[in-house]
């Protein structure tokens, strides 16, 4: 987007969370060419709005839409919802696909408790996340922790005193 511009280091983004009017979270977006400065003004911008900014890379999706992506993909329903009537029916392709995958799961790798389910669900975006930082796209968890807390609603969780997700053991 900025090759057309004479000066390419005035370019930064800002997503708004949706709803944006209820959600504080902001993503500042840079690009290879962004200056310190055009940061610094976006994140005054967002000040002046009472926005929380987080700063990220550009990458598609940016950072909280790419894990938020992951967590749903890994979330998709079992039922089909009519967009119409809003009435509810079993996705037959999500049935074939849990069919598949149960007469392919070795006996020993079940969903057996509500831990096991989160860990299905959070292993592959935290995943994502690490990938994240490991592109350089965001500087360290916690600012997916806080994305995840303002931006989605997550519980504000303790996580010295609680299992650490997210953060790489040593």
Not at 32 to 40: E, G, K, L, M
Not at 81 to 97: A, F, G, N, S, W
Request: overall charge neutral; proline content about 4%; some cysteine.
């Amino acid at each position: 987007m900025s090759s057309v511009l004479r000066d390419r280091t005035k370019v930064v983004g800002i997503h708004f969370f949706n709803p944006a009017n209820l959600i504080r979270m902001v993503e500042v977006i840079y690009g290879s060419y962004t200056s310190s400065q055009a940061v610094a003004t976006a994140f005054e911008a967002c000040n002046a709005i009472k926005k929380l900014p987080v700063l990220v890379g550009n990458c598609p999706a940016f950072v909280f839409n790419r894990l938020l992506g992951v967590y749903l993909n890994q979330n998709k329903g079992y039922y089909k919802y009519d967009r119409k009537t809003h009435k509810k029916e079993v996705d037959m392709e999500m049935e074939k696909l849990i069919e598949e995958f149960s007469r392919r799961a070795r006996p020993n790798i079940q969903i057996l408790n509500d831990l096991d389910a989160i860990n299905f669900l959070l292993y592959p975006m935290v995943n994502e996340g690490l990938l994240c930082i490991e592109e350089g796209i965001i500087d360290h968890e916690n600012l997916i922790d806080i994305m995840f807390i303002l931006g989605l609603g997550w519980p504000d969780i303790n996580w010295k005193t609680n299992e650490v997700w997210a953060t790489p053991r040593h």
